[in-house]
């Protein structure tokens, strides 16, 4: 018979959307159950995604760093560059992260269970181990935080060798003279730009005219140049017919135009589905939406009050920052704990290379929503001292502000340092900051910061006398 | 009159087998037999980011009996032609790059290190545990997204010290006429072919991932193993699944499916459902492969 423990919530997936309402549930001094179906805690995000690709990421900086400074040190790339010899840090970044998560489950006292969930009823999860073994669970109150995985398009034939998707493409051992990457999101741009920037001949291709078409576009146009600049193409306005392993040497892909382009190795990042497969929601009195996620209103509760769902099973914004937020704040909800004020500023940071990041109103929304024209304030990174002294000018810092001049809407970055140098912006737009303010007050001498001064001056000489 | 035997008895004659062996593996100076020209060409060309199909052709070409066996493979059933496969160089086309090169690697090592005269047919079953390793591993590794390549040099190299050992016991025989039984054979292949395959691994220079699979590719010892491919945890499931196509008698699927190694590969039943209905096609590739 299969054993039944009690408990006061049941959390599904340790990603950081269901750490953080399984810990959230512990603080209340409610009785936890935390299920996730790998070995390790953390989720996709961990070991597939986020601190995987971050980590290549900051190791190929570095190796720009380097190239930048030729004149100094004699180093050149070693043709033998593997990617694996790149990825040194990984296993450490890796493990320190789900050491870290695990002692902190640990330490607030949440069972953790290896397996997967599936509902029996709207208040009962059975847990399934590797060998069969069955447990069951149950809760007044549950949160669905079992994330997403790569979406495989049917016309593509994704065989992890030579056509992968964003979860194998990090298990490649030496990197490919070409790669077509399909996408123009997110992951596309950020791998695109990561792996162009090592060397290898990429072309990304995607239905829009431009990649990340919801940034504002004189960041993506930034972008775009410097992903051209280390030889990487950008095939706008194009579907795929097919794609295919030709048996041979390489992944031919058919466009809709006639065009047949061919690479090493092909790259699928065509969005992403919610793992909702195994759980059996129907029984639960849930339904998928059309797009197999799970509907939820503003508190991320579901059609069924008592269950919650948070992170990528919800959809947009599909950010690691905000599915931590959502986890914290169902569980607040279904506790009756305040939450505290609803995030209104959340930052957006994309890590291609330059790094992208966005907060507040874009030039066009501000427009639409307040009427009339905009000020907007730009200063380039070549214009900065601490730009010149690091090398880093291909940058821009764009302040949105309202048609006076005076408030601050949104601030829009491109360039090294753009994730971190949002969160000024961020903090402008929470206090309700003036762009005077940036105007009247110091910053550090050389730093990125400066920027900010720099384009509140390009709004303040906008002003109508 | 007390009569005494000249005849060895098989205790006897595996201890001074063992003895030889000993201290073989523990001379710095190893004889072992070269990693074959060819196979050794292919995995240099493996990994030179500057190869292409020409230069793959063209090392094939020069070995006559590796071109025919090429020819032979990709008219079998499990490369399935369209039309019968009558040039090289339509083969080539047929097979693709990777499939090509792994074939030659893999021919060009059963041709060398895999051909000892007297023990064809136990031989043959090590090559078939071998490749039907490196078949499995490729799969398992497309599960759970290591590296496919990797997992496949893993499979079909990981035993490649059994080879080496029955050379050695060849060798210590010396004139002798009498053969030494295979049950002797198989007691001293047991007991150091990892240790012969990592002395191998480490002459010929195989890609590290590989040396580490060969090394801690048993029950026991993948836990020791530190790549982040995960060549010795693959390999290990995927030799369990070999031996239970080459011994169908030695493993049933139940067994199988307890195997700690599943646990720690994170498989769960239906994921072994997945690689237990591999075992036909799986079956038929080795046949294809096999000399």
């Not at chain 1, 190929?60 to 190239?67: E, Q, S």
């Amino acid at each position: 018979m299969t054993p039944t423990t009690s408990y006061d919530l049941v959390v599904i997936g340790s990603g950081p959307a269901g750490q953080k309402a399984a810990i959230q549930g512990a603080k209340a001094g409610k009785r936890v159950a935390l299920i996730e179906q790998t070995r390790e805690v953390g989720g996709a995000c961990v070991y597939h995604g986020t601190i995987p690709s971050k980590t290549l990421r900051e190791t190929a900086l570095k190796m720009v760093h380097f190239l930048h400074a030729t004149d100094v040190f004699d180093f050149r790339m070693r043709d033998d560059l593997k990617i694996a010899s790149l990825m040194t840090r990984l296993d450490t970044v890796v493990r320190a992260h789900g050491k870290f998560m695990k002692e902190q489950i640990t330490r607030n006292g949440i069972d953790r269970f290896h397996g997967r969930a599936q509902f029996l009823s709207d208040r009962e999860i059975q847990v399934r181990g590797l060998g069969g073994n069955t447990t069951t669970l149950t809760a007044p109150v549950s949160v669905i935080a079992t994330g997403s995985r790569p979406r495989v398009p049917d016309h593509i034939p994704i065989d992890h060798e030579h056509i992968l998707d964003s979860d194998s493409i990090l298990s490649l051992v030496y990197f490919p003279k070409s790669l077509t990457v399909l996408g123009g999101g997110v992951i596309a741009s950020e791998y695109a730009s990561i792996f162009s920037l090592l060397g290898v001949q990429v072309t990304m291709v995607d239905t829009a005219d431009r990649p990340l078409k919801f940034l504002d576009p004189e960041l993506t146009d930034q972008f775009c140049r410097a992903f051209e600049k280390t030889g990487g193409h950008y095939r706008g306005q194009q579907k795929v017919q097919h794609a295919q392993w030709d048996g041979f040497s390489k992944v031919t892909t058919l466009l809709e135009s006639g065009e047949t382009l061919e690479s090493e190795k092909m790259l699928v990042a065509l969005g992403r589905v919610a793992n909702i497969e195994h759980l059996n929601i129907q029984a639960a009195g849930l339904t998928p939406t059309p797009r197999g996620l799970i509907s939820v209103n503003d508190q991320c509760q579901t059609t069924v009050p008592h269950i919650y769902a948070v992170g990528d099973v919800i959809g947009p914004p599909s950010l690691a920052s905000c599915s931590m937020e959502q986890g914290r704040r169902a569980v607040c909800h279904a506790l009756g704990l305040n939450p505290g004020d609803a995030p209104e500023h959340i930052p957006m940071g994309i890590f291609t290379i330059p790094e992208m990041s966005s907060v507040g109103l874009s030039e066009q929304e501000a427009i639409e929503k307040y009427g009339g024209d905009a000020l907007v304030g730009r200063a380039h990174f070549h214009e900065i001292a601490r730009g010149q002294i690091s090398g880093m000018t291909n940058g821009l810092l764009k302040m949105v502000a309202d048609a006076k001049g005076g408030k601050l809407l949104g601030v829009h970055i491109v360039g090294e340092g753009a994730t971190e140098l949002i969160h000024i912006g961020q903090m402008g737009l929470l206090h309700h900051i003036d762009i005077d303010r940036f105007v009247d007050n110091i910053f550090n001498f050389p730093t990125l910061a400066e920027a900010y001064r720099i384009a509140a001056l390009d709004i303040a000489k906008q002003r109508k006398k | 009159m007390t009569v005494v035997s000249t005849i060895p008895t098989e205790e006897s004659e595996t201890e001074t087998f063992r003895t030889h062996i000993v201290e073989r593996l523990q001379q710095k100076e190893l004889d072992l037999p070269l990693l074959p020209v060819v196979a050794n060409q292919v995995l240099l060309l493996s990994g030179d980011p500057n190869a292409d199909s020409s230069k793959l052709s063209a090392l094939i070409q020069q070995d006559q009996a590796l071109a025919g066996q090429i020819l032979r493979i990709a008219n079998s059933a499990a490369c399935a032609p369209r039309s019968p496969i009558v040039s090289l160089q339509q083969a080539i086309a047929w097979l693709g790059m990777n499939m090509l090169a792994s074939l030659a690697f893999s021919v060009s090592v059963q041709s060398g290190v895999f051909k000892v005269k007297g023990y064809e047919k136990e031989v043959r079953t090590l090559w078939h545990q071998a490749l039907a390793t490196g078949l499995y591993g490729k799969e398992i590794a497309r599960r759970n997204r290591h590296n496919v390549e990797n997992a496949f040099l893993c499979g079909i190299l990981h035993t490649i010290g059994k080879p080496l050992l029955i050379h050695l016991i060849l060798q210590a025989r010396g004139d002798s006429p009498a053969q030494p039984s295979w049950a002797v054979m198989d007691t001293l292949i047991q007991e150091s072919h990892i240790l012969a395959g990592t002395k191998l691994a480490e002459a010929w220079q195989l890609p590290q991932p590989v040396q580490e699979a060969i090394r801690f590719y048993p029950d026991e010892a993948y836990h020791q193993a530190n790549s982040p491919t995960k060549g010795a945890m693959i390999t290990c499931l995927a030799d369990h699944l070999a031996t239970s196509i080459v011994d169908p008698s030695s493993l049933d699927e139940e067994a199988l499916r307890a195997l700690p190694v599943v646990q720690d590969l994170n498989f769960y039943p239906e994921d072994m459902d997945a690689l237990l209905e591999l075992k036909d096609s799986i079956q038929q590739s080795v046949e294809a492969f096999l000399v």
